[in-house]
């Protein structure tokens, strides 16, 4: 190999052609490379989630039970639920950007622990075996919340393994989170005080610790729905001696601050994209910052605003409602703070930029239905409804997916070498944020009119609402599978991405792309602030 | 990594005393306490886990860093129970609507 005569660029030893063959993958303990087995394992996933979710929006096409029964639609939400929570959102930005770019954006040459690292992808992969080994036997019904006592006693489908699965998962992502905090903490390059990171790792610290407390609690809580199913030792059952509500609360701990674990990374690449594509300094760097911290320590303070009709105590739900207006305040710096770097910035749109914009309008829109359903009273009314499946997604797909692909755009030149097609993806990046609202808003309406979610057949006056939020997941679904082509065809084809296409900051962009295996051929020294771009602050107000 | 050698002496120590206290648990559990045995049994099973915490996990010799994560470990804990506790307590206080 070494006396072999290649082109010029890849006589230049890369991560990526350092060695060659599975076992140099499968056995690396680079950051590098087991982000991007991250990649492969969680785009499978999603694709299989994906699927799921088209056949449920198929079903709902017509007001009949056309294409699958009640049974079968049940497992349908549920495994679409399950898949792309716990297989595909949660590990997605953390363990594929985050592993590739923490040590690139501190200077540091891997993560404080490579092999835990190799082991976290390792868990995660066990877990998933289990999760398909559910899917592929014959499914799971309970809903990705696998509420008791239904999930602990009455469902037949296959709880255990699912929950098996989800477990080693959540094992997996505290070791990713473990694994960030110490590097964060104990391998800043010289001269990187905490007030110079860039907001990327502010959000993976944040992240890291919100995986640490709250991950513990749902692995011992499906643990105890496994006990209770198998060996009937009463804890949810009311019939055992057991307390339904205590699983919900249980449940939610993890839950509610599990949504923080899919949109902080998510707001991380907003900070970086948006501050870059409009050459400007971020406009109130600590604030962003520390409210990175106060979400994850807000968010585990408001689960039970998802038990507002559920019999748990009007007092404890007050409280609860209260709390959750106030994690408006910190997502809310965040959105000021992003719209005050546009002003009078440099702005282009290129794809990762088109994301981002598109972020912060859907974020918006999925944060302030939140409101709504943290309000007691307007949360009896819409309650299992559609109006919080449109919430959510808002959140989940229109925040943290949207800043997935933004992420994955505007890093790809550093992590494969390569350009992407700017002009295809800036197409795709719109027949997404299209594609999605179609889907979505609709729904927003659907529940407001009182449609309840989960159920397979609806009343027909609903049906040209369902018809308009199925068009858009086709168009979502295009919108989802171009970048997966033209991002696979520019491995080959793709434009030579210099260190720095996009003029960015930061020290990942410092280094060749792709990077060498330890990342810098020295140790970097920082001395200046972070988002050192050409434009201040605007001065005339 | 932690240089601080224990001696074994300690560990031998900490683990009669969890052994101790594992026979305390049983006896105790032997007696009529009313509403107290609960709360008794779980002094002991927390003093068990400081044990295990401060010794065999050796938090006592580490940095303040890692000392400060555990607490945060513990009090996110004391947080989960005692909102889920709110709940339970004051889930009576309206009485059940219709009886
Ligand atoms: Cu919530």
Known sequence: MDTQVTNEHDRQEHYLNVDYGIRSWLLTRDHKRIALLYLGSITFMFFLGGIFALVIRLELLTPAGDIVGADTYNKLFTMHGVIMIFFFLIPSIPAVLGNFLVPLMIGARDLAFPRINLASWYIYSLGALFGLWAVFTGGVDTGWTFYAPYSTTASYTKVVPTIVGAFLVGFSSIFTGLNFIVTIHRMRAPGLTWFRLPLFIWAHYATSVIIILGTPVIAITLGLVAVERVFRIGIFDPALGGDPILFQHLFWFYSHPAVYIMILPSMGIISEVITCFSRKRIFGYSFIAVSSLAIALLGFLVWGHHMFVSGQSVYAALIFSVLSFAVAIPSAVKVFNWTATLYKGSISFEAPMVYALGFIGLFTIGGLTGLFLAALGLDVHVHDTYFVVAHFHYIMVGGAIMGYLAGIHFWWPKITGRLYPETLARIAALIVFLGFNLTFFPQFVLGYLGMPRRYYVYPPEFQVLNVMSTAGATILGVGYLLPMLYLTWSLRWGARAGANPWRATGLEWQTPSPPPTYNFATTPLVTEEPYAYPLREAREY | ?99
Do not use: N
């Open chain 2, 1 to 99: 990594m932690s240089q601080h050698i224990v001696p074994v002496r300690v560990y031998v120590t900490i683990f009669a005393a969890l052994m101790v206290l594992t026979a305390l648990t049983v006896y105790v559990a032997t007696l009529e306490h009313g509403a107290l045995s609960t709360p008794i049994a779980l002094a002991i099973a927390i003093t068990k886990a400081m044990l295990v915490i401060l010794y065999f996990m050796h938090v006592r010799y580490s940095s303040g860093l890692t000392q400060i994560s555990i607490a945060t470990g513990v009090l996110f804990l004391l947080v989960m129970i005692a909102i889920t506790m709110a709940d339970i307590v004051s889930r009576g206080w309206l009485g059940t609507p219709g009886s």
